[in-house]
């Protein structure tokens, strides 16, 4: 089956145990959203620079998007703004891995938060250590 064995090659590429296919970033943004199970009306915090299928994904699901600033050197979300935007209620954090670049993930863990890595844009870009940058995204 062409769909089974393009997801095998994927996740043998990134080093990943399973995956699925989606249609788009939007489905699967909106499925991660819903496995994440937040209920309509908590927060999202996503880079402002984030793609509008992003804030389409967090606002049909009822969701309320909170906009961070963007890091100057990668144009990805920056973790201390969107630190500041957690610690204002938010319940999830998206982090846009964007046009190659990989945000900064490890310092968004850091507030605690689950986050959700949509690296559409970025397959096969790596992190510092060497880990690709999908392997725990849409």
Do not use: M, W
């Not at 880079?47 to 144009?75: T, W, Y």
């Not at 703004?81 to 846009?96: E, L, M």
């Not at 690709?132 to 849409?138: K, L």
């Amino acid at each position: 089956d062409l769909v089974r064995d393009l997801v095998g090659r994927v996740c043998q590429a990134l080093g990943a145990g399973g995956g699925v296919t989606v249609s788009s970033p939007y489905a699967g943004l909106s499925l991660a959203l819903e496995a994440l199970g937040l209920a309509p009306g908590d927060g999202v915090v996503l880079s402002a620079l984030a793609p509008a299928v992003h804030l389409r994904a967090i606002r049909d699901r009822g969701l309320v998007p909170l906009l961070a600033d963007v890091d100057p050197e990668s144009g990805c979300i920056d973790p201390a703004s969107a630190g500041a935007r957690a610690a204002n209620g938010a319940k999830a954090i998206v982090a846009h891995h964007a046009l190659g670049f990989v945000a900064d993930v490890e310092a968004l863990r850091g507030t605690g938060l689950p986050v959700v890595e949509e690296a559409s844009q970025a397959f096969g870009a790596r992190f510092a250590g060497g880990a690709p940058a999908a392997d725990r995204a849409t």
